[in-house]
């Protein structure tokens, strides 16, 4: 049998590849704490529960392509909470989460051998999207020792030619936790501009901003208004991973008319995820005010006890709930591998994202390692401290 070469072209997830070997740990009787994986512990908020609870219908029917007008409408007020007041529902379209708002984006703006350029380490999706609508990722050079900082026109620019299409980005950032500061963005912005480039920004950790700057989006420049493609979703800002609904939003109709092919495509977005959804968007601030100084301390603690292991290279993450570290392993492949199958911290071990699933460079990320720090604060003060006994007991082999 034959499969598609862009489909043997994509990596399995570095976050959950290793999941199979968790579970013959666990089934030995070992705890392990999950830096691996992105998913909250937070409690999602009630209304979301209950509005599904109290919703009613003689028929649960097909939902319009493009969003139930109960959940657009919600996500526009959001926007024009932020001061976005000109957007309307027009300029949304309901996803299945941030995840099918990123494949409908690819297979709507990418040809085969399109170019998009993607700072790096990045979430890895992205590559799989990219690749099965035909394109390329082309990297952003960073490193660890510079904070993976990639925000510069100098680096940037040389890198565009004819086959480019777009520039893509998480802010605040997965892996990495960087926040960009508003000049960066209005570079981005005029950068795509000038070059006639979509600028695709995926924000949904747009609320988790730590140190000062001001939370943000790429809509904000009006330059950029038929540049700027945004991605976004309620389960990392609601804590509802699960509920599988996100958007896409732009101010450019035609990309949007086009999308709509791909939305009537897949027919429509689950009813009830979005009438959810569409109540979560009610929570005031001082919900996102308590998540995100819950996330702050957590954060504090898992970058002061990981500078404390001797050799690890990590800047201090300003946002999302993520940081990537350079580790005084030889490979966190192995390393993780070793921790799941021969360490014991009194019964207890950890996951971890070895890095090299976050580069398209080959040889990149081998000793790098993304640890989300969404585990209740004791257990990751226990995790931190498996995490730093791991090491040791590593290099001591």
């Given amino acids: 049998m034959i499969f598609s070469s862009k489909i043997e072209r994509c990596e399995l997830s570095p976050m959950r590849k290793y999941a199979p070997f968790a579970d013959a740990a666990k089934a030995r009787g070992m705890h392990i704490y999950p830096l691996n994986i992105g998913q909250p512990d937070i409690a999602t908020p009630s209304v979301f529960f ?37 957007l309307t529902d027009a300029n949304i379209l309901a996803s299945n989460g941030g995840s099918e708002a990123l494949w409908m984006t690819m297979s709507t703006i990418l040809d085969d051998g399109d170019e998009i350029l993607v700072p790096e380490p990045y979430y890895p999706n992205y590559s799989t999207f990219i690749t099965l609508a035909g394109g390329k990722v082309r990297p952003i050079p960073t490193t660890p020792e510079e904070g993976y900082h990639y925000a510069d026109r100098e680096k940037i620019e040389p890198l565009i030619n004819e086959h480019t299409r777009a520039i893509m980005f998480t802010n605040p950032g997965n892996p990495t936790g960087n926040v960009l500061t508003r000049a960066e963005m209005k570079m981005l912005a005029g950068l795509a501009h000038d070059h006639g480039l979509f600028l695709i920004s ?8 730590y140190d000062g700057e001001q939370m943000a989006s790429m809509l904000e420049f009006p330059e950029a208004a038929e540049n700027v493609i945004v ?45 959810g959804a569409a109540a979560l968007y009610n929570e005031g601030p001082e919900y996102f005010a308590a998540v995100k100084e819950e996330y702050r301390r957590r954060r504090d603690t898992a970058y002061e006890m990981l500078m404390q292991i001797p050799g690890v290279v990590c800047r201090k993450p300003e946002g999302a709930f993520y940081l990537m570290a350079k580790l005084p392993v030889d490979s966190t492949d192995k390393f993780q591998m070793w921790l799941l199958e021969e360490f014991s911290a009194s019964g207890d071990t950890v996951m971890i994202t070895p890095g ?20 209740e604060h004791d257990d990751l003060v226990r995790a931190m401290r498996v995490l730093a006994e791991g090491i040791e007991a590593y290099n001591n082999r």
């Avoid at 995926?202 to 901003?209: A, H, I, L, M, T």
């Fill in 50 to 86: 209950e509005a599904v609870r109290n919703f009613s219908a003689p028929v649960l029917e097909y939902a319009p392509s493009g969003g139930v007008a109960e959940y657009l409408d919600a996500v526009c007020a959001y926007y024009n909470r932020l001061g976005h007041t000109d």
């Fill in 231 to 275: 991605i976004d979703s309620v389960s990392k800002r609601f804590s509802a991973c699960g509920a599988r609904i996100g958007a896409v939003i732009s101010r450019n109709k035609e990309f949007l008319s086009e999308a709509m092919k791909v939305c009537q495509g897949r027919l429509c977005c689950p009813t009830l995820d979005q009438v």
């Fill in 356 to 375: 090299e699933g976050f580069y398209t460079t080959p040889g990149k990320g081998i000793d790098e390692a993304r640890l989300a720090y969404v585990i």
């Fill in 202 to 209: 995926d924000e949904v950790y747009r609320e988790f901003s």
